[in-house]
């Protein structure tokens, strides 16, 4: 069970670059989310997508876009990378929002 | 609004030492409560979670007990390990939509 997949693990950007970062899970879950992890942030919400066909903006949604591709996969673009997108990058998703979520292993984002 | 307020870190404790994290949350109704662990490198996985009122979660020597009157959900183990250094976070569901509200992290050292 292979549960939250994210790839690539890790991406070097130039700034103006544009990139996809991809999420798929395999436990049938309605509800998936991206989150940015800097240091000493915590975890910020960037867009969640509550049930497939559904989108929405979380906290810091400026300079990403998302696709629910189909009910297993959520992907998150940035269009023209900039340095202040320098990240941890972690996709969740949850059977709905009153139980766990789980967790991809994450995607280290560098732009310069 | 809903949020959750943990102790700030790094905690840095000896080998065998007792732990604990302090969380304390504000909520409408009585929504499940959360610890989730980062290890380096990796994603959040749960820890442990109550459901209800009074339940006790626990999990690999940690517990953690929902108190409705303090509105707390303090982590607790009697007798750390260097393996139990990470972060630790508390949570609870946006009881106002599709969200996890997440405390700050803690960030723990463990000592041999």
């Known amino acids: 069970n292979a549960g939250v997949t994210q790839t690539p693990k890790f991406q070097v950007l130039k700034t103006g670059q544009s990139m996809t970062l991809q999420c798929a899970q395999d436990?049938?879950?309605?509800?998936m989310y991206w989150y940015r992890q800097d240091p000493g942030m915590g975890l910020r919400l960037i867009y969640y997508s509550a049930s497939e066909g559904t989108t929405d903006k979380g906290e810091v949604p400026n300079g990403y876009n998302v696709s629910r591709l189909n009910k297993r996969e959520f992907s998150l673009r940035l269009e023209s990378a900039a340095p202040s997108q320098t990240s941890v990058y972690f996709c969740a998703s949850y059977e709905d929002r009153n139980t766990e979520a789980f967790f991809g292993q994450g995607t280290r984002l560098t732009v310069v | 609004g809903d949020s959750v307020t943990q102790m700030e870190g790094p905690v840095t404790l000896s080998e065998e030492a007792f732990l604990t994290i302090n969380c304390t949350y504000t909520a409408t109704g009585y929504p499940s409560l959360f610890w989730y662990v980062q290890y380096p490198g990796e994603g959040l996985q749960l820890l442990l979670k109550a459901t209800k009122a009074d339940d006790k979660g626990s999990n690999k020597g940690f517990e953690a007990t929902y108190r409705k009157e303090t509105t707390s959900f303090h982590l607790e183990k009697g007798s750390v390990q260097v393996s139990d250094s990470a972060v630790y976070f508390c949570a609870l569901p946006y009881t106002g939509g599709f969200k996890t509200i997440f405390g700050a992290g803690t960030r723990l050292f463990v000592k041999a």
């Open positions: 436990m049938n879950h309605n509800s």
